[in-house]
């Protein structure tokens, strides 16, 4: 039967297609990147203004002369062009365009490979490189092969301690870096309708490190609460014993808090296999795990103690940063000793306000832990936030089920 992807895509698996595109985004990394491609073109117009968006997040604020030029033309472009734009503060562009500028049922470009976390809306999300963003801002329209998927059947309840970061981990172990490339993964299974939107944007974020296309959940009761929020209407998706080409079972019960380990995102060991790892700093932030729930988690554990080591949060947008303000989630965390950045990505793509040195080693909550990303030399393991702030307090690595 038909998949989700097939049916927001209209047509099988294996067809190669034109499609409009409903909303295309991109960030000041890949927007300058799209603008140089499109001058080169002629510079033959925005076919749709109002379906662009540029977000500043990955270095934001400017790190130095250079990159603030390059911001600067890019502001030029978005006003002379009238496309939506959101400067600095406004928070990592996967995160912003989820609150309350996408729904279930469109087809979501965005210029980085992680647009695929739009899909825990029951959008069909994906990321492409800077030319065809240029060729989507002049046609309005893009082309692609229609994905196979892969089914994530969930069951059961997570226990204590463990977060869908840990069960995002897991799948990605589960199927390896290339276990489902160029496929959709649909997320399923008798537990599928009880993860909370927070949940699925992380589980959905890390389809992509498993080579897939995008990652799915069917809009239901959560997703109508969830965009009620933002006055965004929804229509319930309803799934019709589609065809997979491969399944994956993941009994929550039994995941455990879990590390990836360096530097690949599929080599994970249970935390309590490395428990005492000594640390230099933890970072708490990205599109994985940057949200107010991420916060406001890691500030339970991190309240009434110090960190012992330098621990960095950047809030995923400017609005999980005000609410994190007003719920005292932000005090908390200050209280504790951590620093806190403005919303983005922080130091995730190793660009500014957090790098590691030749050496060093981090638990980081981020999506990659590759070599050399986060610091030439480095070492980086990725983790939850429960895991990320019970380690802070201890300087190593520790089992987040240790201080709950």
């Given at each position: ?8 895509l209209?047509?099988?698996?294996g ?7 409903d ?27 109002g ?7 990955h270095i ?22 009238k496309?939506?734009?959101l ?12 609150e309350?500028?996408?729904a ?6 965005g210029?980085?490979?992680h647009?695929?976390?739009l899909?825990a ?13 240029a ?10 092969r ?9 069951s ?19 199927l ?15 537990s ?9 944007l ?6 992509v490190e ?15 609460r969830?965009?009620?929020r933002?006055s965004?209407s929804?229509q ?7 065809d997979?080409v ?10 455990e ?6 530097h ?16 230099d700093?933890v ?10 729930e ?8 991190l ?15 400017g ?22 950045g403005?919303?983005g ?6 660009a ?5 040195g030749?050496?060093?080693?981090a ?14 030399g ?13 380690s802070?307090?201890h300087?190593?690595?520790?089992d ?5």
């Open positions: 039967m038909t998949t989700l992807s097939e049916k927001i209209g047509a099988r698996a067809t190669y297609i034109d499609r409009h595109v909303k295309a985004f991109c960030h000041d990394g890949t927007g300058i990147q799209a603008k140089i491609i499109y001058d080169a073109m002629g510079a033959p117009g925005i076919a749709f203004p379906t662009v968006y540029i977000i500043y997040d934001a604020p400017a790190n130095n002369s250079q990159t603030a030029e390059l911001q600067a033309e890019l502001r030029a472009f978005a006003r002379e062009y496309v939506h734009f400067d600095i503060g406004s928070g990592i562009c996967h995160q912003v365009m989820a309350g500028r996408v279930p049922g469109e087809v979501v470009i210029a980085d490979s647009s695929c976390t899909g809306l029951g959008a069909f999300a994906t990321g492409v490189g800077a030319s065809d963003m060729g989507i801002w002049v046609s309005g329209e893009t082309w692609l229609v994905p196979d998927s892969v089914g994530i059947h969930l059961g309840s997570t226990g204590a301690g463990v977060e869908w970061k840990d069960v995002a981990l897991s799948y990605i172990a589960e390896g870096m290339d276990g489902a490339t160029y496929a959709a993964i649909e997320f399923t299974g008798e599928a309708s009880s993860v909370p939107m927070e949940g699925r992380t589980l959905c974020n890390m389809a498993a080579g897939a296309k995008t990652g799915l959940f069917y809009a239901d009761k959560e997703t109508e969830y965009l009620a933002f965004v929804c319930v998706q309803v799934p019709e014993s589609p997979y491969k399944d994956c079972y993941l009994d929550l019960p039994g995941i808090p879990v590390c990836a380990v360096p690949r995102v599929d080599t994970i060991k249970p935390v309590q296999d490395l428990a005492g790892t000594s640390l700093q970072f708490i932030g990205t599109c994985t795990n940057g949200r107010y991420d916060m406001a988690r890691a500030a339970r554990i309240k009434g103690n110090q960190v012992k080591v330098r621990t960095i949060v950047v809030p995923a947008s609005r999980d940063y005000l609410q994190a303000v007003s719920t005292g989630v932000i005090a908390d965390l200050i209280k504790a000793g951590c620093t806190i403005p919303p990505c922080g130091p995730c793509l190793g500014h306000m957090g790098v590691l030749k050496g060093e080693t638990l980081s909550t981020a999506n990659r832990n590759f070599k050399n990303r986060m610091g030439v480095a070492s980086y393991y990725l983790c939850s936030p429960s895991t990320a702030a019970a802070a307090i300087g190593e690595i520790t987040p089920r240790e201080v709950i």
